[in-house]
T-cell receptor
Framework: NAGVTQTPKFRILKIGQSMTLQCTQDMNHNYMYWYRQDPGMGLKLIYYSVGAGITDKGEVPNGYNVSRSTTEDFPLRLELAAPSQTSVYFC???????????FGPGTRLTVT | GENVEQHPSTLSVQEGDSAVIKCTYSDSASNYFPWYKQELGKRPQLIIDIRSNVGEKKDQRIAVTLNKTAKHFSLHITETQPEDSAVYFCAANSPWEHGNKLVFGAGTILRVKS
């Protein structure tokens, strides 16, 4: 049981490039979330999903897109990367019975 | 929507002393209040949580208290140790919103001096 896994661990992008951050969980959780954490700051919700095929915007969705074709996977797509998207990105999941969210190890993204 | 404020932003204590971090929330419908610990370069890890039907919960050296009337909750760490040094985040849920999202406070940097 690996929990929540994220790839890559680190990535450097040039302005205007695109990339997909991968997130997978093996706990059969319906709820999945993407957060960003800027240096010295708290966690801001980007997008979330309550089940396969259902996604919705969080607090800071601009510049990002998501999809949820399976229960296990919740990729985050960055189009036209900007320096303001330099951050650490965390994926999280939770089951339907408890409220506890389980976090992945994070992806550190730098846009230059 | 829910708003969570957390104080203080930094806290320095001597090893063995107690540490208290406080959070206030705005949505009276919130019913779940977790605390996460994040060590440098690591993921947030849940250390304790409390539901709105109890006023206090304890787990060894850590405890959380909840005052629903005043809409605030606090983390108490007793007999602090150097390994308690980390960033601590409180959060509150938005139960009426689709996805039962968590809203996080800005975090408290706790430094335990030995």
């Amino acid at each position: 049981n690996a929990g929540v896994t994220q790839t890559p661990k680190f990535r450097i992008l040039k302005i205007g490039q695109s990339m997909t951050l991968q997130c997978t969980q093996d706990m059969n959780h319906n709820y999945m979330y993407w957060y960003r954490q800027d240096p010295g700051m708290g966690l801001k919700l980007i997008y979330y999903s309550v089940g396969a095929g259902i996604t919705d915007k969080g607090e800071v969705p601009n510049g990002y897109n998501v999809s949820r074709s399976t229960t296990e996977d919740f990729p985050l797509r960055l189009e036209l990367a900007a320096p303001s998207q330099t951050s650490v990105y965390f994926c999280a999941s939770r089951g339907g019975v408890t409220y506890e969210q389980y976090f992945g190890p994070g992806t550190r993204l730098t846009v230059t | 929507g829910e708003n969570v404020e957390q104080h203080p932003s930094t806290l320095s204590v001597q090893e063995g002393d107690s540490a208290v971090i406080k959070c206030t929330y705005s949505d009276s419908a919130s019913n779940y209040f977790p605390w996460y610990k994040q060590e440098l370069g690591k993921r947030p890890q849940l250390i304790i949580d409390i539901r709105s039907n109890v006023g206090e919960k304890k787990d060894q050296r850590i405890a959380v208290t909840l005052n629903k009337t005043a809409k605030h909750f606090s983390l108490h760490i007793t007999e602090t140790q150097p390994e308690d040094s980390a960033v601590y985040f409180c959060a509150a849920n938005s139960p009426w919103e689709h996805g039962n999202k968590l809203v996080f406070g800005a975090g408290t940097i706790l430094r335990v001096k030995s």
